[in-house]
Every structure is written in C-alpha cells, then in structure tokens.
C-alpha cells in the first residue's frame, strides 16, 4: 500500500532531550539566569517556534532567535539576547539517534523510498549526524515554509513521486506533523516516545506507536 515513507527529524529519530537540557541551561546561565528552570523556559521557547511556523517565512535560526528573545522576556530575564540561540544550533552534531532508528531504517531501505521531514535549516540539518542517505529531503528551508500550515507537507507530496495515499509518514509532534499533515489527507503514524496525551484540538493520527521499530510489523516487516 506504502510506497514511500517520511520521518520527522528531530524528537523522531534524534533524541533531542538532553541537548536541549544541556543547551538551555547553558543558555540561562550566560544570560545570568541559572535559576530559571531550562525545562520550562525550553517548553515556552518551543512553543513560541510553532507560533511562528505559521507567519510568514523565515529561517529557522531566526525563529529560534525571535521566540528566544520572547522567552527571556516571558522569564523575566534582563540579561539574554537573540544571539545567545547559537549555543543551541552549535550542538546539533552531538545530537544522537534513538537506538532503534539505524536497524529500522536499515530494514525498510530497498522496499520503500525513505524521506525525511523537518522544520529546519539546511545547514543544521547537515550538522546533524543521521548516518544514511534519504531518497528525499524536505527542509522548511526548501519549502518556504513549516508543517502546521501544511506547506512543508504540500512539498513532501509534491515530490514524493507517488500519490497521497502512498505516503506514510511517521512523526513525534502531534502540534507540528498531525495538525500539518491529516488534513491534507496523509497518513500518520504518532511516534510517542514520551507517552503523552493527544491534545484534543488536534486531529487523530492513523497509529499511535512508542518508537519507529514499531512500524515494522504495519509494514509486514
């Protein structure tokens, strides 16, 4: 039925946790406020970010940087600025897979195409250590565009090669890959590593699985 498989990136198959822990922290205590709670501060950060998805394109660096300054400003905190993000960007390459990422992928290669989906720049997708190739690669960079409007999925469809029904796609944000991709008619998988509650503003997924080994078995694999 599949012929093409896409994944969400970050949070997916890049456990994104103790990055962001660790860049955060680093983030406050520049900013002289390590007695701000990173998870929190990390939290209202990223939600900002998907606020922003939804406004005319910019770059993801300089999203992350406006929703920062939102953030300090949120916190209270008089002594962060904008640039103080790159502590963030310059840990992309330290960034690890989720174990079961590599063999999973190793065993859907050669029976579908694989494709990536990311609300992210280019260049910090290339810093990031995927270890494959991806038969297609969609940034926001190259769509102009990010996933809660649905542009990042119109590109994915519009290159994917096959038809809509055809696509499955795989994602850990319910706010970013459910509420971008249902209503274009696309199938999705929920990746809930984290075993959290569905918002119920957003439109259900197809599946619900704890990681994307689980797709093997959807998959007769």
């Given at each position: 039925m599949y012929?093409?498989?896409?994944?969400?990136?970050?949070?997916t198959l890049?456990n994104?946790?103790p990055?962001?822990?660790?860049?955060?922290?680093?983030?406050?205590?520049?900013?002289?406020?390590?007695?701000?709670?990173p998870?929190?501060?990390?939290?209202?950060?990223?939600?900002?970010?998907?606020?922003?998805?939804?406004?005319?394109?910019?770059?993801?660096?300089?999203?992350?940087?406006?929703s920062?300054?939102e953030?300090?400003?949120?916190?209270?905190?008089?002594?962060g600025?904008?640039?103080l993000?790159?502590?963030?960007f310059?840990?992309?390459p330290?960034?690890?897979l989720?174990?079961?990422?590599?063999?999973t992928?190793?065993?859907?290669?050669?029976?579908?195409?694989?494709?990536?989906?990311?609300?992210?720049?280019?260049d910090?997708?290339?810093?990031?250590?995927?270890?494959?190739?991806?038969?297609?690669?969609c940034?926001?960079?190259?769509?102009?565009?990010?996933?809660?409007?649905?542009?990042?999925?119109?590109?994915?469809?519009?290159?994917?090669r096959?038809?809509v029904?055809?696509?499955?796609?795989s994602?850990?944000?319910?706010?970013?890959?459910?509420?971008g991709?249902k209503p274009?008619?696309?199938t999705?998988c929920?990746?809930?590593r984290r075993?959290?509650d569905?918002?119920?503003?957003?439109?259900a997924?197809d599946?619900?699985f704890?990681d994307?080994?689980?797709?093997?078995?959807l998959?007769g694999?």
């Amino acid at each position: 039925m599949y012929k093409l498989l896409s994944f969400d990136v970050y949070g997916t198959l890049i456990n994104t946790s103790p990055i962001n822990a660790k860049a955060f922290q680093l983030i406050l205590k520049e900013a002289g406020a390590s007695n701000v709670d990173p998870l929190a501060f990390y939290q209202f950060w990223e939600s900002r970010n998907i606020v922003h998805y939804r406004e005319p394109y910019r770059s993801y660096r300089e999203i992350g940087g406006l929703s920062l300054e939102e953030a300090f400003k949120n916190f209270g905190v008089v002594g962060g600025t904008a640039d103080l993000i790159e502590r963030y960007f310059e840990l992309f390459p330290d960034m690890q897979l989720y174990p079961d990422v590599l063999p999973t992928l190793e065993k859907l290669a050669g029976k579908y195409r694989l494709a990536v989906v990311s609300n992210i720049d280019d260049d910090l997708l290339e810093a990031t250590r995927l270890y494959r190739e991806f038969d297609l690669v969609c940034t926001a960079e190259r769509a102009g565009g990010y996933k809660p409007d649905g542009t990042l999925f119109r590109y994915l469809i519009a290159h994917a090669r096959v038809d809509v029904p055809e696509i499955l796609h795989s994602g850990q944000s319910q706010f970013t890959d459910m509420v971008g991709g249902k209503p274009l008619g696309l199938t999705v998988c929920w990746i809930n590593r984290r075993s959290i509650d569905l918002h119920p503003s957003v439109p259900a997924p197809d599946q619900i699985f704890p990681d994307i080994r689980s797709l093997l078995p959807l998959l007769g694999i």
